[in-house]
């Protein structure tokens, strides 16, 4: 039997205007994008923009760590962070997870992806949920780690990642000292003694590990990702190793190289919400007005992309359809979902419905701030949040 639901009264965000009018949708697509009149449900003049893809979110391991040394049973774990996550607009999801660490992390790993299928199969979840692994090359365990998730259909984008100190994200020493010992992993008196094995340890088997996990997910026909390129031969050998996605690069310089490659570029939107990184890398809003930033994902604030792009919209940095390609058309088509992430004939009814709140202007947003809310999403037409 056909379903169809009318919404209207919209301002729909289509892929380059924001028009007002109506969708409809029929068995889970959209089928048809009209002007103003009555339908099934009336959006008060709320904008409609379609579903964010999410590629890059830590946040499901905040749930299951919710304070240190605690972990939280995982399957509750992950319908806590699915429901933060579809509530904020996002209706496809690449849980990070990782592989290759120094305590039980990647152990975690393969046990928070095992939760997150099983609630997918089940049907609990308001999103859809795919794997991302973020393979940790300095760690020694990195590529018995990844074997785990070998032969994972879940497994959508594999991230190569370095945070060993001194390079990279953390080329600033004193940047990653603050950083680590704020996060309580090493004291002051401790951090030598910390930082050099670190060190020596990349040297032994981050390029190995990898030539050898980039191979294997190639093999695999998975999307390849590389995590803080700072240099231009840094992107040069990520290129190389096959990786069409360049996230978080952490320099101008690194960056111009990654387009000039035609690598999809990924930035956090806490990054722009923030007015800059707090590892003190390039900031994503001198990229995007360089024209080098194609994505942003929420990173570790789940409502972070729809509260970015309202502000730069807000501020006068771009239109709301230029934003829903950073948050939706362009993450989707970096791995391969071309049948969602934009409102147009056919493709999924992935929907978020948002009425902006505008909030007086302060000295950093002299044009006022603007704070999205989130009043209804749907997945494949149907209300999830």
Request: net charge negative; with cysteine.
């Amino acid at each position: 039997m056909t379903s169809e639901t009318v919404l209207s009264n919209a301002r729909v965000v289509l892929g380059e205007e924001v028009l007002p009018g109506s969708v409809l949708i029929r068995d889970g697509l959209i089928a048809d994008i009209g002007g103003p009149g009555a339908g099934d449900e009336d959006l008060d003049g709320d904008h409609l923009l379609p579903g964010l893809v999410e590629l890059h979110t830590d946040h499901l391991e905040y749930h299951f760590n919710p304070r240190p040394g605690v972990q939280w049973d995982p399957l509750p774990a992950v319908l806590a962070s699915d429901a933060q996550l579809a509530a904020a607009g996002a209706t496809t999801v690449l849980d990070a997870v990782r592989a290759g660490s120094d305590d039980d992390a990647s152990e975690a790993g393969r046990h928070l992806a095992d939760s997150v299928e099983l609630a997918a199969d089940a049907g609990l979840l308001r999103a859809e949920h795919a794997i991302h692994v973020r393979c940790e090359v300095s760690c020694a365990d990195c590529l018995d780690a990844f074997g785990k998730f070998a032969e994972d259909p879940h497994v959508r984008l594999v991230s190569l990642m370095d945070h060993t100190p001194g390079q990279r994200q953390f080329a600033d020493m004193e940047m990653f000292k603050r950083y680590y010992i704020g996060k309580g992993r090493v004291t002051e008196s401790e951090f030598d003694a910390y930082v050099t094995p670190l060190i020596e340890r990349s040297a032994r088997y981050a390029d190995g590990h990898r030539r050898a996990i980039a191979g294997l997910a190639t093999e695999r026909g998975i999307p390849l990702a590389a995590h803080d390129d700072a240099t231009a031969e840094h992107v040069e050998q990520s290129v190389a190793l096959g990786a069409r996605i360049a996230e978080f690069p952490t320099t101008v310089a690194a960056a111009r190289v990654a387009a000039e490659h035609g690598q999809q570029i990924v930035m956090g939107a806490p990054n722009i919400v923030r007015g800059g990184s707090q590892s003190g890398n390039v900031a994503a809003a001198e990229l995007l007005g360089l024209g080098l930033l194609h994505i942003l994902s929420s990173d570790y604030v789940p409502s972070s992309p729809l509260q970015a792009v309202f502000q730069l919209a807000a501020d006068g940095r771009l239109g709301l359809a230029e934003g829903a390609r950073l948050i939706s058309t362009n993450p989707a088509r970096a791995i391969g979902l071309d049948d969602r992430g934009e409102i147009a004939v056919g493709k999924r009814a992935d929907l978020v419905r948002v009425r902006p709140h505008d909030l007086p202007a302060t000295e950093r947003y002299p044009r006022g701030r603007r704070v999205p809310v989130v009043r209804g999403v749907y997945r494949q037409g149907t209300r999830v949040s």
